[in-house]
């Protein structure tokens, strides 16, 4: 009676080897799979370079010349706004206008006026470009989402003059300052509930907003808020203007004669907010 059983664990055995060896095989099978896959995903082709002048619309008739203007021009044509990252590379491929924008914020406008392509100025400052082109240029100007290896970079001539360069965007790094208002000012008199201050310098009743206390301002002095808001200048209780930001960060606006200002922000924003005046 031993036998049989003897023979039954010599068949488990093969059959348990055989397991074990058909394992073996599928697991190194998985594993040259994965390592194909992985190969497959290093090599990727990358994406190819896309014109997202594209599906912008264009305004014919005109150009952005080089203090910001909507400028009527009959052989011109511009495009509309199109998104821009100044950490990528841009090439236009003909001679062009490019102007650089934050939000409405008008920066600087740049000629590229011989041939192309050429790589486009990076400008951190900037959230949008408009491309503006004559109408011999109109069948060939692209804006390409890269650096076509054709290009050359340093061609642009800045014809808009110091005086009219816009500031655009904060930008943060380096930036250093005092925080006229933040979350240490919420209570107290520093901060209104429940008001707002509308455009012809009225408090009017708004759930949904909150007003600062009076806060001193030189129109000397560059400040950044973090925030969309209104902005109310005053000269002393005279009220003068009401400006409303709504690309944030940014400069406050310099508004002459004024020495305080109230900030009128939705609660949404309350823990956002913060009025930097820099060093």
Avoid: C
């Avoid at 816009?166 to 300052?177: A, F, I, K, L």
């Avoid at 005279?238 to 400069?251: G, K, M």
């Amino acid at each position: 009676m031993e036998e049989p059983e003897s023979v039954e664990t010599e068949t488990e055995a093969e059959e348990t080897s055989d397991n074990d060896s058909s394992e073996n095989r599928e697991t190194e099978s998985g594993d040259e799979e994965t390592a194909e896959e992985a190969e497959t995903e290093t090599t990727k082709e990358p994406a190819e370079p896309v014109n997202i002048m594209a599906d912008i619309e264009l305004v014919e008739g005109h150009w952005i010349n080089y203090s910001g203007e909507d400028d009527a021009r009959a052989h011109m044509t511009r495009t509309n706004p199109i998104e821009y990252n100044s950490g990528q590379d841009y090439t236009v491929t003909t001679a062009s206008y490019v102007s650089y924008f934050y939000g409405n914020e008008f920066i600087k406008t740049n000629n590229y006026g011989h041939d192309g392509p050429h790589i486009i100025e990076s400008v951190p400052e900037a959230d949008r470009v408009i491309v503006s082109f004559s109408e011999s240029e109109k069948d060939t100007v692209q804006l390409i989402n890269e650096a076509s290896e054709d290009a050359s970079a340093g061609n642009e001539v800045n014809t808009t003059p110091d005086e009219l360069i816009g500031r655009g965007q904060p930008v943060e790094e380096g930036m250093t300052g005092t925080i006229m208002f933040g979350q240490d000012f919420l209570t107290g008199d520093d901060v209104f509930t429940g008001e707002r201050i509308d455009d012809e310098g009225n408090f009017v009743d708004d759930e949904s907003y909150y007003v600062t206390g009076a806060l001193a301002y030189k129109p000397s002095e560059d400040y950044v808020i973090t925030a969309p808001s209104y902005i109310s200048y005053y000269t002393g209780r005279r009220f003068i203007e009401t400006v409303e930001i709504t690309a944030v960060p940014a400069y406050l606006p310099e508004v002459k004669g004024a020495n305080y200002i109230n900030i009128s922000f939705h609660d949404d924003y309350l823990f956002d907010l913060n009025i930097i005046e820099l060093e």
